[in-house]
């Protein structure tokens, strides 16, 4: 089982103060594939989201994973209404606005995500994109091989 270490909490809390968001949050694949589970939100109202697993390809996190490119959702773009509606961590902690950044801490097809998450509607600019997108390859590499229960 992967453990979260103080230097993944403090590149996810670091994010969320830099970007401004409101919530950052980490999934991985189960050693069997197929679902992915939350093991770590900075900025979480609770822990239901340790409780929250999801398949590949649903939801905004689930998409970006199967697509193996980021994935935004915002109210103010077309389409995105039904992939905030199929994550769970986004009805969970009430967000509106949110971008899924894939990546692989094995070399290999992606086996985790990195979510950033607001409860306001708002547009995340490329900047903060790719300022997590940076994050996400370091905490890739903090991860020899991430193994869910």
Not at 135 to 147: D, N
């Amino acid at each position: 089982m992967l453990q979260i270490t103080d230097e993944m909490r403090k590149e996810l809390n670091q994010l969320r103060d830099t970007i401004y968001s409101d919530l950052t949050a980490l999934a991985f694949m189960s050693k069997s594939g197929g679902r992915l589970h939350w093991y770590y939100a900075s900025g979480s109202r609770s822990n239901r989201y340790r409780l929250i697993s999801f398949k590949i390809g649903h939801g905004i996190a689930g998409m970006a994973v199967r697509l193996g490119r980021t994935v935004t959702v915002s109210a103010l773009l077309s389409g995105s209404i039904r992939l905030r509606q199929e994550c769970a961590l986004m009805l969970a902690e009430q967000l509106h606005s949110a971008v899924a950044i894939p990546f692989s801490s094995t070399g290999d097809l992606p086996n985790g995500v990195l979510l950033l998450g607001n409860r306001d509607v708002r547009t995340f600019t490329e900047s903060d994109v790719a300022e997590a997108t940076q994050v996400a390859q370091r905490l890739s590499q903090l991860c020899a091989y991430p193994l869910t229960p």
